[in-house]
């Protein structure tokens, strides 16, 4: 794993190449990044980058945003097939149609999208800022939020705003078990359920906190010490136990042993080292959007990054 981590920086190098991953990647792939973070400080980093070519060690839809941000730069995916539930649950032909049932609404679109999504969409959103997105939208306008429905319904539920949700979940967060947690809540009672929006809403009303990625993590640090249920992708739990050692964290456990058992994306842990390399020794696979395409969807996302 050393020397292949040794080769990758080396690449990094002979190309003027930076990798950028997200937290739920594997310790040995966060270990080559230039930046961790997650998806919206993705954005923002990618969005300074100025290396002359850019690895984004994420599911698809991360490595299209960059794309979209940095047209000059050539961004690579080391596995375009890593994609994600969300993005793969909003189809854009059927979501073009669904808007245009719902004239006159404002379409916000989680980032967990494809690209020609986001080009239909009013204004994007991350975990980290969907709330700051919905309260920058006039209380008058109807607002259409897709693709995912937890995030949606939580929305609704902290704004009092009157929002159509799309029918997608994320298959990582939407398996996490309400039962098991509740039975891990009792065998540790001063434990805290801390829990992402993309979880169901039967379990975020159990949970003490709720936020994207970085809100738990920094939510986590916050603590000298602590126990936390932890209902989020099981990779954040590396920085949470940097930032807060003494801390106990307990990773939630989903209700059925599928592919997502555990709080594990697969679609996440489809990046290894070894794509990493190969995709800096032959620049692919390159993400390229048609330049009309890439306009229209670089509006909804410069307007979230300018908030
Ligand atoms: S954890 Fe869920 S939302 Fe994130 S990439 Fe995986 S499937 Fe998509």
């Not at 999504?117 to 920058?136: F, G």
């Not at 539920?157 to 799309?166: A, F, V």
Request: charged share 20%; glycine share 4%; with cysteine.
């Amino acid at each position: 794993m050393e020397r292949l981590q040794d080769q990758i920086r080396d690449l990094k190098q002979q190309r003027n190449a930076a990798v950028v991953a997200h937290y739920y990647q594997t310790s040995d792939v966060k270990e080559v990044a230039d930046y961790v973070g997650d998806s919206l400080a993705m954005a923002q980093w990618a969005q300074k980058c100025t290396a002359d070519v850019l690895v984004v060690a994420g599911v698809r839809f991360m490595a299209e945003t960059a794309a979209v941000l940095v047209p000059n730069v050539k961004v690579l995916s080391p596995d375009p097939d890593a994609t994600c539930s969300l993005a793969e649950g909003c189809p854009a032909d059927e979501f073009g149609k669904f808007i245009e049932q719902h004239p006159n609404r404002v379409v916000v679109t989680y980032v967990n999208s494809s690209v020609e999504v986001k080009a239909l969409s009013d204004i994007t959103c991350t975990s980290s800022n969907a709330l700051k997105v919905i309260n920058s939208i006039p209380v008058d306008k109807e607002i259409i939020f897709a693709p995912d429905r937890n995030m949606g319904k939580w929305l609704q539920k902290i704004t009092g705003r009157n929002i159509t949700l799309w029918d997608a979940t994320c298959e990582v967060h939407d398996a996490f078990s309400v039962d098991q947690v509740r039975g891990l809540k009792a065998a540790n009672p001063m434990a805290r359920i801390i829990a992402h929006p993309e979880c169901t809403p039967e379990l975020l009303r159990i949970a003490d906190f709720i936020g994207s990625t970085s809100a738990l993590l920094n939510y986590v640090s916050k603590e000298y010490s602590g126990t936390y249920i932890v209902v989020t992708e099981e990779g954040i739990l590396k920085e949470m136990r940097q930032a807060a050692p003494h801390a106990k964290l307990i990773p939630a456990p989903t209700d059925e042993p599928n592919t997502c058992a555990c709080g594990i994306c697969p679609y996440m842990k489809m990046i290894t080292l070894e794509k990493i390399k190969a995709s800096l020794e032959t620049l692919t696979h390159r993400i390229v959007i048609p330049e009309l395409l890439r306009e229209r969807a670089a509006l909804p996302i410069n307007k979230m990054m300018a908030l």
